[in-house]
């Protein structure tokens, strides 16, 4: 029996500096005596809260990528956390919409992705990616990409009908019915008038009246057919 060798009874401190993930943390007490005796009754338990939001990198499309109408749009980006993702998603706004897109993850490429097809509206497309933790931690990235539009305008209504009569020197009113279904934004409407290997251009103006595009011809000294 060595009276140096006895430790006096006080508060023993111990620092954990590696925890790295959330949950509860159950912790036992055990102590020795020099006689061999042991206590291993006593235990407590601690809680760890997540407070860090998972991060986002490599957001697709790419800002100001560009797609043409009806084209399908892979959305991805990587998400990463802590602990765990509890779901990623994205919220793409164009005109005055907004589609919601769940986004799943791709084990073989390790990104969360989904599909965006309501491409017909042609513009700009601006798309916010949110990535949530199982600690109700958020996080924000975003992009947007362009759809350009390349579906022709449609035209009806045309006048003069086919094989109309007219005599020289009338004055023909052109007129038709021009829309673009999917941009609703007509440039120029213009009507080419070919004769006797001759050709006249005439830009039509539109008429918010009658809803028309119109204009006159009125070199109609040649008979024959225009």
């Known amino acids: 029996f060595n009276p140096s060798s ?22 036992t007490i055990i102590a020795n005596d020099t006689f061999s005796n042991t206590n291993n009754t006593e235990s407590t338990w601690f809680e760890i809260y997540d407070n860090i939001p998972p991060v986002l990198t490599n957001p697709q499309p790419i800002n ?23 779901f990623v998603q994205a919220n793409i706004i164009y005109d005055s919409y907004s589609h919601l897109i769940n986004l799943t993850y791709n084990d ?11 491409t017909d509206w042609v513009g700009r497309y601006n798309i916010t990616f949110t990535a949530m933790d199982r600690g109700n931690n958020s996080v924000n990235a975003t992009s947007y990409f362009i759809v350009n539009d390349v579906t022709a305008p449609l035209i009806y209504n045309i006048l003069p009908v086919v094989a109309t009569y007219y005599n020289q020197t009338d004055i023909i009113q052109l007129s038709v019915n021009a ?48």
């Open 64 to 86: 100001a990528a560009q797609y043409n109408q009806t084209n399908t749009v892979l959305l991805s980006i990587n998400a990463t956390d802590n602990s765990n993702i509890s």
């Open 179 to 226: 829309t673009d279904p999917d941009y609703d934004n007509i440039d120029t409407v213009h009507a080419q008038i070919d004769w006797n290997s001759k050709t006249e251009i005439i830009n039509l103006n539109y008429n918010s009246v009658a809803g028309l595009y119109e204009g006159n011809f009125t070199n109609t000294t040649y008979p024959g057919i225009y």
């Open 108 to 118: 073989s490429t390790g990104l969360y992705e989904g599909d965006f097809t309501n």
């Open 6 to 27: 006895i430790r006096p009874p006080g508060l023993v401190t111990l620092n954990i500096s590696t925890i790295n993930l959330d949950g509860t943390y159950n912790i």
